[in-house]
Each structure stands twice: as structure tokens, then as C-alpha cells.
């Protein structure tokens, strides 16, 4: 008996495997310190806990409408257009497990098998396998030396594509897409009839002087061609309650409720519950989250320019991105990152698994000590690295 193509084309989460040996080598006793982790390391806010509670309570714990419930749906068209400066109805909105969901429900809601979905360096992983799963076949476009989008190679790439997908602020990246790019990046999608799949999950978590433009609010019409995800995972550090959205057309949101309910009936109750909590009052703890953020962004990025390492400055989500060109031997950033883990015990990610070999990730999801303690750990690994010539 064999398991099929399509489900082999799906190796898993690099990051989680990583994050997942991570965990087995400090259970080991190991004093390891973990990069590799895309999870904010705060608690869930109390108030969605105290709502989850009620729910269970009041036995709140039946199946809801394949599309979820009503309430969390009006919520999330009310908070979700009133930050992005546009009115959304809820029959615009469908709520699913995960952001990582929406995204496959997504693709599986507007390709067909063989269309060619643009996806732009460095590019989150688990895209890939999204449209891979889709029956879709990616095609990787590289950014411009500074990880902006190169708008050119986007045009010549669209001619045969059905959509390409963005993620601003990006994953591995933190790049904040500007609104000219954005509509560059939509005139090209006007002239080659193309989805815009946009990725929100990280735009609260924006270090700028407002949150990263949505390609929503670039005007109605643009909207027809739209399809945004956002989820409570990295903003409201919600990561185990699987829960998430799509904004787009309504025929599309109708497609996906559709094929919900006949996959996994509908979304959790109970996190639902706690998402709409969060929604109508946002947590007192979020904007302090934001600014800690920053600050462990600035500390780290400071620290990796000490130790001589070129990193652009994120503009939002929680990773930094530095190259690590001078330091590589054939086996490139996969080598030395298990070099790292190795001599140091730090995980990080290679950027092999974002398509830049010549890059590793750093999440900053982690107290400023450990940032402080990674930072020492890099810098005696990249001494060791120099005096090996
Ligand atoms: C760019 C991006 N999109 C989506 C997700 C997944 O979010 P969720 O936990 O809601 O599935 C992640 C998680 O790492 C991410 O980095």
C-alpha cells in the first residue's frame, strides 16, 4: 500500500520539525536557545481566556455555521474594514481553523490544477506546500537586493500566472510592502487578470508610524481580485486555538464556506468565542506587546550590525533576516546552522527554506536576555567562523 503522490509532495513545517528538535535537545537537558519559533512568547490575553471559559460554561460547544458564527463574522468585517479604512459586510468574511487553513481553502477556492501561483523570495515555506497541495504549481520570483518586491520580474513572471501571494509585513523578512508597490503589484494583477492572495497575520504587528497597508484599501474595484487571510495567532498570541479568516468577494467566501463544511464542518467554538472577545475590546496587553516587539527588534538588529552581519531593519513581524554570505562553506545556510546547533546549541532557521541560501532567519519572539544570550552565542560561533578563514 502506498500513500499518494499528492500527500507526498508534502515533506512538513521545516520550521516546526526545527522548532520540534529544538524542544527534544533542551528536554535533553541542553541549555539550548531557540530561534526557530514563529509564536509570540506571551500568555493569551485574559480576556479571550475568561470568554473561552463562559463559553464552556454556558455550553457554548456546539457545531456553528460552516462560515462561523454570525457575531464573530460581523465583528471581523467591522474591526477588520475599520483598520483598513474600507466597509466590509460580513457575507464578505468566513472564518477558518487557522490562517495556514485559509490560505489552502483560498487556493483550493480559485486554481485549477496546473495554474501557476507567483510566489515572491523570500517567501514563507509553508506557501509552497499550500500550492503544491492545491494541485497548483509555484512559480518563485526573486526580490530585489533590499528583500523588496521586484516589480519588474513580477510583470514578466504574471503573463502566464493565475495569482501571486503576498505577506506584508513578511515572513522571514519583516519588509512592509509601500502603497506604491502595492499598486504596482495590482496594476500588474489588472493587466494579467490575476488573485491577489494577500497574507495579513503580521499587520498589527507593524513598527512603523501606522500598521502595513492591506491591498484591500486600494479602492473597490481592486477588491474583486483580493483575497486577504488573517488569523489571531501572532497578534493576540493565540497560536493553539487554530483560528482564522478570509476576506475576499462573496462568491469566493461562499465557495470556501462551502467546501468547509463539507471538510471540517466549521471552524472551533470555543475559539471563535475567544476571537470575538478580542475583536470588540482589543486587549489591554496588545499595544504593549507591539512596542516590546520594536524593541527586541532594535536590540537584536543592533547586535547581529555589531557582529558584522548585514541585516535589513524589519519594518513588522517578528524576524530578522540577516545574509550570511561571508560565513558559508559548500553546504550553505543549512550547514551552518546545524554548525550553529552543534557548538553553540542556538536554533535558527537557514534561508534555504524561504529560497535564499545566503540568508537564516532569527525570530525575536523571545525575552531580551535570551536575545542577549543568542547574540553572544552567534558571535563566538562567527569568531570560530573567521579564524577558520
Ligand atoms: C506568513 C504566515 N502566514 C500564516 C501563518 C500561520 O498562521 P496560523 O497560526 O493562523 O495558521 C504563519 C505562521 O508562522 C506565517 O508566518
Not at 518563485?140 to 501571486?164: W, Y
Not at 470575538?276 to 507591539?290: I, R, S
Amino acid at each position: 500500500m502506498k500513500v499518494s503522490q499528492r500527500a507526498s509532495s508534502v515533506a512538513g513545517s521545516a520550521t516546526l520539525t526545527l522548532a520540534t528538535r529544538a524542544k527534544e535537545m533542551a528536554a535533553s537537558g541542553l541549555d539550548v536557545v531557540s530561534m526557530a519559533v514563529g509564536e509570540p512568547d506571551f500568555s493569551t490575553p485574559e480576556l479571550v481566556r475568561e470568554a473561552v471559559r463562559t463559553s464552556v460554561t454556558k455550553g457554548r460547544v456546539r457545531y456553528t455555521p460552516a462560515a462561523g458564527t454570525t457575531s464573530l463574522r460581523a465583528a471581523l468585517a467591522s474591526t477588520a474594514g475599520s483598520s483598513r479604512g474600507i466597509e466590509l459586510t460580513p457575507s464578505q468574511v468566513v472564518v477558518t481553523h487557522s490562517c495556514k487553513h485559509a490560505l489552502n481553502l483560498v487556493l483550493a477556492a480559485v486554481v485549477e490544477p496546473g495554474d501557476e501561483v507567483l510566489l515572491l523570495e523570500p517567501v514563507w515555506g509553508s506557501y509552497d506546500a499550500a500550492v503544491s497541495w492545491s494541485g497548483a504549481r509555484a512559480v518563485r520570483v526573486a526580490s530585489r537586493p533590499d528583500l523588496g518586491p521586484d516589480l519588474e520580474a513580477i510583470a514578466a513572471a504574471a503573463r502566464t500566472a493565475k495569482g501571486v501571494m503576498l505577506n506584508s509585513p513578511t515572513n522571514p523578512s519583516g519588509y512592509v510592502w509601500t502603497d506604491e508597490e502595492l499598486r504596482g503589484l495590482l496594476a500588474i494583477a489588472e493587466e494579467h487578470d490575476l488573485w491577489i492572495i494577500s497574507d495579513e497575520i503580521y499587520r498589527r504587528l507593524s513598527y512603523g508610524d501606522k500598521q502595513a497597508t492591506s491591498p484591500l484599501s486600494l479602492g473597490e474595484s481592486a477588491r474583486e481580485r483580493i483575497l486577504a487571510v488573517d488569523g489571531a495567532s501572532k497578534s493576540l498570541a493565540m497560536t493553539g486555538f487554530r483560528i482564522g479568516c478570509v476576506f475576499g468577494p462573496e462568491a469566493v467566501v461562499k465557495a470556501i464556506a462551502n467546501v468547509q463544511s463539507e471538510t471540517t464542518g466549521c471552524p472551533n467554538a470555543l475559539s471563535q468565542a475567544g476571537w470575538e472577545a478580542a475583536l470588540l475590546e482589543e486587549p489591554p496587553e496588545v499595544d504593549g506587546w507591539v512596542s516590546s516587539f520594536k524593541a527586541r527588534r532594535d536590540l537584536l538588529v543592533s547586535g547581529l550590525r555589531d557582529l558584522g552581519m548585514e541585516c535589513a531593519m524589519p519594518g513588522g513581524a517578528f524576524y530578522a533576516f540577516p545574509s550570511v554570505a561571508p560565513f558559508l562553506d559548500e553546504r550553505g545556510s543549512a550547514g551552518f546552522c546545524d554548525d550553529l546547533l552543534e557548538s553553540e546549541q542556538l536554533v535558527i532557521v537557514p534561508g534555504t527554506v524561504f529560497g535564499m541560501d545566503d540568508h537564516v532567519r532569527l525570530s525575536y519572539a523571545l525575552g531580551e536576555p535570551q536575545l542577549q544570550e543568542a547574540l553572544q552565542r552567534l558571535g563566538r560561533f562567527l569568531d570560530g567562523r573567521r579564524a577558520q578563514g
